[in-house]
């Protein structure tokens, strides 16, 4: 494929007219077998390749995309961006695309994937179906597989090629008042352990069967790694340098400071052969970040033209990586007196930016425990939480799990966790 | 198009059920400014076909974007493939399709201007004036405009004979302004969403007028109060507001595919299960939701559905009482439903169409009635515009909304701006709630352009409307 895609490249190259540009020509391969009350009720195949094409005349910027690739359609994409940027305003703050530049050669590939063939996805489907059948509950889900791979360029010298595969479970398994969901995802299917999976769901399945009703209040709370997550990829959206000086966001002016929890760091890395990093993007190349140590900013995503403006460095948050410390939940459990256990967070929206104030509500699974023990499960809460402030109430984290391709996070301790509603299930 | 006849015949041959091809380009224009800088002017065009095929009670679905007779067979035999493979965990009958006629037909939204004949440079001319129109006060350190023009055009044909020609276009507009003073920054937006009009429609909007407002209403509310604690009062909401809160509270949980458990693992669920068909007190006996994909500037109204089912209008809540659902020709036969409410739709080629919230809406209150006066007759509560945070538990029972723009009520009148107002209730409280809905005149539509839903992911169209209406005893305060 990657001579097709060169071939598109230089086809593209060939014919623009621009004073600088970028192109990306993309390729991907999926697959998805969606599941539901223990049946297959979706199944989707196919693959496609893209274009993206941006230019820059003179100071001016446009840009096209599209899916429909034969060679009348990329001359008129062409064409069209660059009349897009001829009738465009000129753009004051406009940074020129990147430079020639090596990149980290880093592996998003596993063949293992070629392993997961349409007749294997039903089979895993069939298994994990198998496993709820036994328990009388409905299990719903999906398995998808994907390759990727993608040719980019400058007007200014940058070539790059990566490529990459994708293999994502997720499932959710309901009985009564029961609910409850494992999602994980990793570029080599041979380190997605679906035995490992469905064990996980069963146990969370098993320790939510005793139920009782709780009223909402401030207290401690257990995030498994998999709430730590959704919770956290937040600052991929209010991270960022550009918004901070802008004064939209609480990070406002805190580069240099111990602003967050003495427990909380964060960084990307290149050098973890696991996960999944973006090598380079029209930002600049990948390289490792330490964004957050023990609290203290170091650093912040930096688009490129802000960058550009302010005489900055451009970066992304290309993977993130929360480290911990490796405390076990039965520890954690010994350091409050009373708490819960969470397995999950879902639909968590920004109230409000400045402070970044978030709210959400738990969802698959909610355990009470006292004196070190679980004691039963409770109804979902709301909570709402400032997220800077959140961090510096972590009492302890443990060891980081890759939840997704590109994201290893830890279970954490939070010392009152602002709830303020309850749910009826 | 011959590949229609292509892909069909040789389903047949394979020996399908039933199999359909939809044949989509979608264009798409972004203008994004940002203060004075023209962040994206990008032109977005996707072209392909999805194949869908239904063989032993299972869907398979395969996609192409190689426009060839070879590719066409070889996308039809591997959506067949699918569908047989899929078919060995079927639950019973596995999946079948409430019956429908066949139909030749065609549908275009009606528009006056086509804003893809507009330039560029009229286009920018007018957003950039826009902007400085906000720029011009001090305290705005940020503005933002985002002007997206749409076209969709589809062919379908299907195995029970339906032939389909449907072109429909969308454009909208959204304003922001940030507005900063020494302690806080907020921001005030127009956004009514997408319309299914031309160009005309923002020739008549006056987008630096309303730019004007905008930033000097960002200023208000960055200066304005909180509330602090959080207190049982009387909200009153604007149509632009219901249109998010009917959205996810109605909406949603009235998708079939999500009470049949469809969903459960992303979106989740819903409480509003078949055996409350017709007895649920969902609302106060006031409210009145129709579906309704005939809604004339509604995105979702199309001439047909993916199932090639035609365009339709229904109750789904009628006296306040929970009368029927959304639904598609693959969910309706699991509550026994003889037929199709044509809500089955995709975004793009590449995706199968799943079951999609109508245009929805809530019906205006019979008596005459303003928002200045259903203000002026209430004597302490909240006033909220426009849309802020959002956010609901996975069966669509609690919830918790932002908005845009606050005022308190004391004593009938318009008292005191207010900032980061939050509110929380859930179903069926809220909507039970609602003891005023102002009449048609004051009714306003909002067209989501971007709800998500489905594995992967898909980013549905539909159009939403109400008049001002009044809702009593919520838990209303404030965020940080």
């Known amino acids: 494929m990657k001579a097709r895609l060169q071939k598109i490249m230089k086809f593209i190259q060939k014919h623009l007219h621009a004073d600088d540009h970028e192109i990306s020509v993309y390729y991907r391969d999926s697959q998805d077998t969606r599941f539901a009350q223990n049946s297959i009720t979706q199944h989707m195949a196919g693959d496609s390749i893209g274009v993206f094409y941006n230019c820059i005349v003179d100071r001016r910027t446009g840009s096209a995309h599209t899916k429909q690739i034969d060679e009348a359609n990329l001359l008129n994409i062409i064409k069209k961006a660059e009349e897009n940027a001829r009738e465009n305003m000129p753009d004051p703050d406009i940074a020129s695309t990147l430079s020639k530049a090596e990149y980290p050669q880093v592996q998003n590939y596993a063949s293992s994937i070629k392993k997961l063939t349409t007749k294997k996805m039903v089979d895993i489907v069939k298994t994990c179906i198998l496993n709820a059948k036994l328990k009388n509950a409905q299990l719903s889900g999906i398995i998808s597989k994907s390759t990727n791979e993608n040719l980019f360029v400058t007007g200014q010298g940058f070539s790059g090629y990566t490529y990459g595969s994708e293999v994502d479970l997720s499932m959710t398994l309901r009985a009564n008042h029961i609910e409850t969901k494992v999602a994980y995802s990793h570029k080599d299917f041979d380190k997605l352990h679906i035995d490992d999976i469905i064990n996980q769901l069963n146990e969370q399945f098993a320790a939510l069967h005793t139920l009782k009703d709780m009223d909402f209040e401030t207290l401690p709370v257990i995030l498994r790694p998999q709430a730590v997550m959704e919770l956290f990829s937040y600052l991929w959206w209010i991270y960022n340098r550009k918004t901070a000086d802008e004064g939209l966001t609480p990070f406002t002016a805190q580069i240099g400071k111990k602003f967050l929890g003495e427990h909380f760091s964060l960084l990307s890395t290149i050098d973890d052969p696991d996960l999944k990093t973006q090598p380079f993007n029209n930002i600049c190349v990948a390289k490792s970040m330490n964004w957050v140590t023990n609290g203290v900013i170091n650093d912040m995503p930096t688009p490129r033209d802000w960058a550009h403006k302010h005489n900055l460095t451009p970066s992304y948050m290309h993977n993130m990586v929360i480290p911990g410390q490796g405390i076990s939940e039965t520890e954690m459990m010994k350091k409050v007196k009373r708490g819960l256990i969470i397995n999950n967070l879902w639909y968590i929206r920004i109230n409000d930016m400045k402070a970044a104030d978030l709210t959400g509500m738990t969802r698959d699974g909610v355990l009470y425990f006292e004196n070190g023990t679980v004691k039963h499960a409770v109804n979902n809460f709301r909570f709402n939480e400032c997220l800077p402030e959140m961090t510096r109430r972590i009492l302890a984290t443990g060891k980081p799990i890759q939840i997704r391709s590109n994201s290893k996070v830890p279970a954490m301790l939070i010392e009152d966790f602002h709830f303020v509603d309850k749910t009826t299930f | 198009m011959k590949y229609l006849d292509i892909a069909i015949d040789y389903a047949r041959k394979l020996g399908v059920d039933y199999a359909d091809i939809r044949i989509q380009k979608s264009i798409s224009e972004m203008i994004y400014l940002e203060n004075v800088s023209f962040k994206a002017n990008n032109l977005d065009t996707t072209h392909g076909y999805g194949i869908r095929v239904l063989k032993n009670g299972a869907w398979g679905f395969a996609h192409s974007n190689i426009f060839s007779e070879d590719a066409v067979k070889t996308t039809t035999k591997k959506a067949f493939d699918i569908a047989k493979q899929s078919a060995r965990l079927r639950q019973g009958k596995g999946i079948r399709l409430a019956s429908e006629k066949s139909y030749i037909d065609s549908y275009t939204t009606p528009i006056k201007k086509d804003p893809f004949t507009i330039s560029t440079k009229e286009k920018t001319s007018l957003m950039l004036e826009t902007s400085q129109t906000m720029l011009k006060y001090t305290p705005i350190i940020k503005t933002v405009i985002i002007l997206t023009n749409h076209r969709e055009e589809k062919l379908f044909a299907s195995t029970i004979g339906t032939r389909l020609d449907i072109c429909t276009s969308f454009v909208s507009p959204m304003i922001m302004a940030v507005a900063k003073n020494d302690t806080d920054t907020q921001s005030r937006s127009f956004n009514e969403g997408g319309h299914a009009v031309g160009w005309e429609l923002i020739e008549r909007l006056n987008l630096p007028r309303i730019a004007d407002t905008v930033a000097q209403e960002a200023i208000t509310k960055v200066n304005a109060d909180t509330l602090d604690r959080e207190n049982r009062t009387t909200l009153v909401l604007d149509p632009i507001h219901l249109g998010l809160t009917m959205h996810e509270s109605v909406g949603h949980p009235t998708e079939l595919d999500r009470v049949l458990g469809w969903e459960a693992d992303m979106a989740g669920v819903s409480f509003a299960t078949p055996e409350k068909l017709g007895n649920y007190q969902y609302a106060s006996k006031i409210v009145n939701f129709v579906g309704d994909n005939t809604l004339a500037g509604g995105l979702a109204t199309a001439g047909f559905d993916d199932d090639g089912v035609p365009g339709q209008r229904w109750f789904i809540i009628k006296d306040g009482v929970l009368n029927e659902y959304g639904t598609t020709r693959d969910t309706a036969p699991f509550i026994d439903l003889p037929y199709s409410r044509g809500c089955n739709r995709a975004t793009q080629y590449f995706d199968q169409p799943i079951n999609r919230i109508p245009n929805l809406y809530m019906l205006p209150g019979t008596q005459p009635l303003s928002p200045a006066e259903l203000i002026r007759d209430t004597d302490s509560g909240v006033y909220i515009q426009g849309q802020g945070s959002f956010s609901i538990d ?87």
């Open chain 2, 394 to 480: 996975q069966h669509r029972v609690n919830f918790q909304f932002g908005g845009d723009y606050f005022w308190e009520i004391k004593d009938g009148k318009l008292w005191r701006p207010l900032k980061k107002v939050l509110y929380r209730s859930c179903n069926p409280e809220f909507w039970n709630s609602v003891d005023a809905i102002c009449d048609a005149r004051y009714f306003k539509p909002f067209g989501v352009t971007n709800c998500g839903k489905g594995q992967p992911g898909q980013v549905g169209r539909m159009t939403h409307g109400a008049s001002t209406a009044r809702f009593r005893n919520i838990r209303v305060g404030g965020s940080k």
